[in-house]
Nanobody, 127 residues
Framework: QVQLIESGGGLVQAGGSLSLSCAAS????????MGWFRQAPGKEREFVAA????????YYADSVKGRFTISRDNAKKTVYLQMSSLKPEDTAVYYCAAGSIWGEIRVAVFPSNYAYWGQGTQVTVSS
C-alpha cells in the first residue's frame, strides 16, 4: 500500500513554469513505476509522463515533450513534475500514480497499470 499526495498546483500565465510534487507514504517508493496524468473538464484522463523505479528511464506524452520533466527522489519518497512553457491547454487536474509495472516504460501510459492514485492538484494556465 502507498498513499500519494500531490502539491504545487496553482494559477500561472501562459509561458510560465510550475513545479508539482507527489509525496508518498507507506511502502518504499522505489518499488513502483511512477506516473503523472491529467484530466481536463469533460475529457478523459490522459498520460503525461512516467519514470522507472530507479529514475534511469522516462517517457513523455508528445504534447509535453521538451517542456515537462519528471524526476524522483526515492530517499525522500517524492516524485516531481517540472513544467515550463505552459500553455492554456495544459490546464487540468494533475494526478500522480504508482504502479507495479514491468517491461518497457512505454506501457506506463495506460492508467489501468497503476494501482495507487493521489487526489490531484489543479493547474490553471491563463492566456
Amino acid at each position: 500500500q502507498v498513499q500519494l499526495i500531490e502539491s504545487g498546483g496553482g494559477l500561472v500565465q501562459a509561458g510560465g513554469s510550475l513545479s508539482l510534487s507527489c509525496a508518498a507514504s507507506g511502502r518504499t517508493l522505489s518499488t513502483y513505476v511512477m506516473g503523472w496524468f491529467r484530466q481536463a473538464p469533460g475529457k478523459e484522463r490522459e498520460f503525461v509522463a512516467a519514470i522507472s523505479r530507479s529514475g534511469s528511464s522516462t517517457y513523455y506524452a508528445d504534447s509535453v515533450k521538451g517542456r515537462f520533466t519528471i524526476s524522483r527522489d526515492n530517499a525522500k519518497k517524492t516524485v516531481y513534475l517540472q513544467m515550463s512553457s505552459l500553455k492554456p491547454e495544459d490546464t487540468a487536474v494533475y494526478y500522480c500514480a504508482a504502479g507495479s509495472i514491468w517491461g518497457e516504460i512505454r506501457v506506463a501510459v495506460f492508467p489501468s497499470n497503476y494501482a495507487y492514485w493521489g487526489q490531484g492538484t489543479q493547474v490553471t494556465v491563463s492566456s
